[in-house]
């Protein structure tokens, strides 16, 4: 049994050091927008919720398009318990790392009875408008789902359901696990229009579209770009506009209640008389009802 625990415990070890590789860079100095940063957990908290109630096949709602296979082949995960630890973004906030504390009990000798607590990493990304969960195959190899199989060199009969990225410390005896509270999908506290809780027969909806998600702009000189957003539903929707406040940039949209069928306009304005900023910039225009973001990226260059 110890050296079986030994197996477990180094090898979780040594991946848990550093977050999972990730395309681009950390936005370490930027801070997220907040409505993307309540978009993403409200996705990540919807999504690990539904694993601990065991309602995978609408778990696999919120799993992007490339990793459903994926996800619904692999084994399922049973937790007691979660709450997200820390969100890293990159690629403009359109993808992140997200290391969430999960409990649950360990089919280890000496510790079954006793939940433990562990770090799982995970990647997300936006997809159509919402974030999604997803693994990269390129640096995800062997392509294992985070919670959902063993650590690599550990034989799953000794570890079923230990992710790649869970750093697992012996506890006392007897064994002590820190309290982690099993977080409510809906309405984040004080937050207004937070999406709610999926429920036990949820509906895909429809999303809001537009007609492009990247414009360029000349640094040097006065120009814009518009970009018509479609709401294909027969349900009427307000949008909310984030402005990145750039000096000289101008961001409005014609109208923000958008009634089912109807279209609106996005007008991305530069000056030309101040300086531009060296990186793009991200306007993003979100949805209450279904909290869809659509992120409009802004790059300047001549």
Known sequence: MNKALSAIVIATALYAQTPPPGNGAPEAVRTAPPEVDLALR??????????TEGKYHQAEQLVAEDTKDLFVGSSKP????????TIR???????AQVVTLVKRQMPVEGFMGHPLTSKLPSRWKIENGLWC???DPKTDMPPTLPGHGGPPGVPSSLAPGMPPGAAVTPPATPPVAPPVRT??????????????ALTSAPTVPKLLTASKLAVDLKPSKASSEQIEITNPTPFATVLQ?????????????????????EKAQLDIQWSGANASPSRPVVVAVRSQRTNQIIPVKVTFKD
């Open 241 to 261: 506009l984030s402005d990145p406040k750039v000096k000289g940039l101008t961001v409005k949209l014609d109208r923000t209640t958008l009634k089912a069928f």
């Open 78 to 85: 049973s937790y007691q318990g979660f709450a997200i630890e």
């Open 42 to 51: 409200t996705r990540v908290t919807q999504f690990y919720q539904l694993e």
């Open 183 to 196: 977080v409510p999908v809906g309405p984040a506290p004080g937050v207004p229009h937070a999406p709610p």
């Open 133 to 135: 969960y997803y693994v």
């Open 89 to 95: 973004y990159s690629d403009d906030f359109t993808r």
